[in-house]
């Protein structure tokens, strides 16, 4: 076991892959990463498929099997995707096990098509949930205004969720608030909440990157000084907000039937600008009860570079306040940039779904000739 993966989980930061593909699974790299790398968790979203699925090789079999059925494209992904989950999270249960739930889950998002549409996202979270048929499994709902209700209803039923793609404070403590009231609405009607669990992926890096490129044409040393101070002052805001709601009474009451709260999850934790350190989005958000979701590049770089010096969360809220308000103060408008992320975070998975659709269509009508 590498010192500073471990020193990283030591602190209390479950480390899960922010990716899945049938090579991964058949080769054993998967299970590699497990034994050596301190991997607990497994994410997936669309991009993630569409380039898996894109190795035409590792899925040859079974696409030939589903050309022979003449299935849609659709009904393709669908099996594709849900069986690597399910194989991924037969993978990861001894570690669900072990951790009493926390950790050992496999998430699988519903189509982004229904990001906006409540009613379409409940029903594919229970059809999901059921085909993949693992309870260490999570169905992925993005936290859009329309994603709300659906995390409530979900969880109502007994579904473990994470909720994807939340770049706002705001917004963070209402998917908060869609967890809590899903919990309570589980308990009245009869499920064991001590199984269900979920995760609030909030992202980090995009941040960043939108807000440095506004910095960028401000051009002032005042602008600049800011750059890449950003994500990480917004996630610990959150974080913040994290142990405030945590610590409520209505959380405590939630607490007496076994309940476990809902973590914080750092998604998008790779860097997009090449002149930042590679653990930016790592070593600046160690803490205890979180996970950070890494692209494989990233837990390299931690394995090479990270030095753990313990909790770099808690502590200075009020100079992560600054930052934002600095910002604001430039011009930078948080509540737009943020709207902003969230609308282009849904464009972003619909257009890797229809790369998905298309490759998945290409290679049903390959094995059919």
Known sequence: MNDRLKALADAGVSIWLDDLSRER??????QALIEDKHVVGVTTNPSIFAKAVSDA???AETVGKLAAQGVSTDEAIRVITTTDVRDAADLFKPIYDDTDGQDGRV?????PGLARDTAGTIEQAKQLWEI???ENVFVKIPATKEGLPAITATLAAGISVNVTLIFSLERYKAVADAFLSGLE???ENGHDVTKLASVASFFVSRVDTEIDKRLDAIGTDEAKALKGKAAVANARLAFEAYEEIFSSDRWREIETVGAKPQRPLWASTGVKDPSYSPTLYV?????NGVVNTMPEATIKAVEEHSEVTGDTVRGDYAGDR???DDLEKLGISYDEVVQLLEDEGVAKFDASWSELQDTVTAALKGAAK
């Open 57 to 59: 090789d590792a899925y």
């Open 283 to 287: 070593d600046n958000l160690v803490t």
């Open 107 to 111: 998430s699988i998002e519903v189509e």
């Open 132 to 134: 993949v048929g693992r």
């Open 25 to 30: 699974l058949s080769s054993g790299s998967l």
């Open 322 to 324: 600054k930052v934002i």
């Open 185 to 187: 609405q589980a308990i």
